[in-house]
């Protein structure tokens, strides 16, 4: 149990055009969504938090305006990269925390490439 | 904010040693997370430690968490190339659902 997918898993995209990336909980509800960034050996730097039925939390230096999060189900939350620009190439990973526990579970990235 | 640091940043083993990965905070930590991560992939939880001196163990990693819940190690027992990759260690913040990751240690098992 408690697996997370993300699709797609790797896209390369014109500067300019917009990318949406999905994270779903394939086996449980997750009311609490968080999407990270990670640069080449690099940790990961949570983006946002995103919770079901409101707007997203975003941390300080990410605009969100760029980086649009909704999160309509329990069981899917998507990020859409907006009119990206080549330094928004990066790994972007979801994660999903399941009900009551403390366990978050990730999805396996995508990695997003913008010529 | 929390701070994590991990140690060494990278390591190069050979296969059947043992080792031990570091991870120190700066404040108190709620809730401590091992995961691993093969470069470009998802993470894999290892494991959640919680409570001050807790020692979980899952086949040959153990995890430990320090009595004043600042650090926590990671041993792995008579490696394989199997575990070769990158091990974050997480922390929550108490009032809060995000964890806050290490810089990541860089583990290469040579056969």
């Known amino acids: 149990g408690a697996v997370v997918s993300q699709h797609p898993s790797r896209v390369i995209c014109k500067s300019g055009t917009s990318v949406k990336i999905e994270c779903r909980s394939l086996d449980f509800q997750a009311t609490t969504m968080f999407w990270y960034r990670q640069f080449p050996k690099q940790s990961l730097m949570l983006m946002a938090t995103?919770?079901?039925?409101?707007?997203?939390?975003?941390e300080q230096g990410v605009e969100k305006d760029k980086f649009l999060i909704n999160h309509a189900s329990l069981t899917l939350s998507t990020l859409t990269v907006t009119s990206a620009h080549p330094e928004d190439s990066s790994f972007y990973i979801c994660s999903a925390k399941r009900g009551a526990y403390n366990e978050q579970f990730f999805g396996p990235g995508t990695r997003l490439t913008v010529l | 904010s929390q701070e994590l640091e991990q140690s060494p940043q990278s390591l190069i083993v050979q296969e059947g040693k043992n080792l031990t990965i570091n991870c120190t905070s700066s404040k108190t930590l709620y809730g401590l997370y091992w995961y691993k991560q093969k470069y470009g992939e998802g993470l894999i939880f290892l494991m959640m430690l919680q409570k001050g001196g807790e020692e979980k163990s899952h086949e040959k990693i153990t995890a430990k968490l320090d009595e004043k819940k600042q650090q926590s190690s990671l041993h792995i027992t008579a490696s394989q190339p199997s575990h070769a990759g990158i091990y974050l260690c997480g922390a929550g913040q108490t009032g809060a659902n995000n964890l806050f990751f290490g810089t990541g240690t860089r583990l290469t098992v040579i056969p």
């Open positions: 995103s919770n079901e039925g409101s707007k997203a939390t975003y």
